[in-house]
């Protein structure tokens, strides 16, 4: 895009909220309906199809007009007992929020921590599972701050030999941008939500759940309501939510999964995969380092290390006037890092103009 040409809109590299097709800002345009009427529960019934499609599992797929916060507030609650403990794997700030999360809901939380940029090992994992029996491990599989994803299946075998003891995992900044099979894996309650990798505006969650997980909720006394399981599911049943969902993002999420569905859930997976490859070679080629260590980059989010001194704040400024934007370093990465969303409808020719630009500005 010439630096000339006024761009109509700023399209978003950054983790959330993403760049959005026109389309789908559109079908959130659609006449309102009441929802508890039958048009809604025919609604509620198609994008439940979608969701298991995308989520490879033929059990449930609860809805919840929340943040993928919300609906880690919900396996928290339920999931755990309260003479029981969860443990949380931890590295980054949103993976350490999470265990906080828990603390916050009385839950008696124990921690694996890696250090920011690292990934807890598998071997750390099986080595704390000897020590003490919990009710469930919860892990972020793709830490958005720092961009490291988890070895999912490896730390899913090691806690397959402790039936107790539930998978949680938060999905939030890869779940559609990776493929995530549910039932194969035996995943538990794997969360995520609208405004990442599913390439739709924020507002609405979705948590693929297992009768397991019902069954352990049905043992915990005190589940809150706004995010009860049982709650949820005796409303699924019915096609419907407990409380007024937002009606016009899911109208909007039934387009977004025809188009998903459309492109090919594996060829979705392998577009993000071949951004991240670009955004990585770009990384080398120009002096950056990847702040995520080797073998456990992200496929939806480079969290680069700003090795070359780049003012980012004065780099966004300049990305601005040529229509796109990144995303400085999450926290306490602030400026040490940036980060570069590859992820939701992005295309590997979108990424090619950022990298380009960013080069431009560097040299300039």
């Not at 989520?55 to 396996?75: C, D, H, I, K, P």
């Not at 899911?250 to 998903?260: E, G, N, R, S, V």
Request: proline content about 3%.
């Amino acid at each position: 895009m010439a630096d000339t040409v006024k761009p109509d809109h700023i399209r978003l590299f950054i983790p959330g909220p993403v760049e959005v097709r026109k389309e789908i800002l559109e079908a959130q345009g659609q006449w309102m309906i009441g929802h508890r009427s039958a048009d809604f529960e025919a609604l509620f019934t198609t994008v439940q199809g979608k969701l298991r499609q995308a989520f490879f599992t033929q059990s449930r797929v609860y809805v919840s007009t929340s943040s993928g916060t919300g609906l880690w507030e919900a396996a928290s609650r339920n999931c755990i007992r309260d003479d029981r403990r969860v443990l949380h794997l931890v590295n980054g700030a949103f993976s350490e929020r999470w265990a906080y999360v828990s603390k916050a809901n009385g839950k008696q939380v124990d921690v694996i921590e890696a250090e920011w940029g690292k990934s807890v090992k598998p071997e750390q994992l099986a080595e704390q599972l000897k020590k003490q029996s919990y009710d469930a491990v919860a892990l972020v599989l793709n830490e958005t701050s720092t961009g490291v994803k988890a070895p999912l299946e490896e730390m899913v075998g090691i806690i397959k030999q402790y039936p107790d003891t539930l998978i949680l995992v938060d999905a939030v900044s890869i779940f559609g941008g990776y493929k995530i099979d549910v039932d194969r894996l035996g995943l538990d309650f794997v969360l995520t939500s609208t405004q990442k990798a599913m390439g739709l505006p924020p507002g609405l969650a979705f948590a693929a759940s297992s009768d397991a997980v019902l069954a352990r909720a049905k043992q915990v006394s005190n589940r809150g309501y706004y995010f009860d399981l049982v709650e949820l599911e005796a409303f699924l049943v019915k096609n419907n939510t407990p409380t007024t969902p937002n009606i016009s993002l899911m109208f909007a999420t039934d387009k977004q999964l025809d188009y998903m569905l459309a492109e090919g859930l594996e060829n979705r997976f392998a577009r993000h995969q071949k951004m991240a490859e670009m955004t990585r070679d770009w990384v080398q080629e120009n002096g950056f380092a990847m702040f995520s260590e080797e073998g456990y980059h992200s496929p939806t989010v480079s969290t680069i290390a700003n090795t070359r001194n780049v003012d980012v704040k004065a780099l966004n400024k300049y990305l601005k006037g040529r229509g796109m934007i990144l995303s400085d370093g999450y926290g306490k990465l602030k400026d040490k890092t940036f980060r570069i969303a590859h992820m939701a409808d992005l295309t590997p020719t979108d990424v090619t103009e950022l990298l380009t630009a960013i080069g431009d500005c560097i040299k300039g």
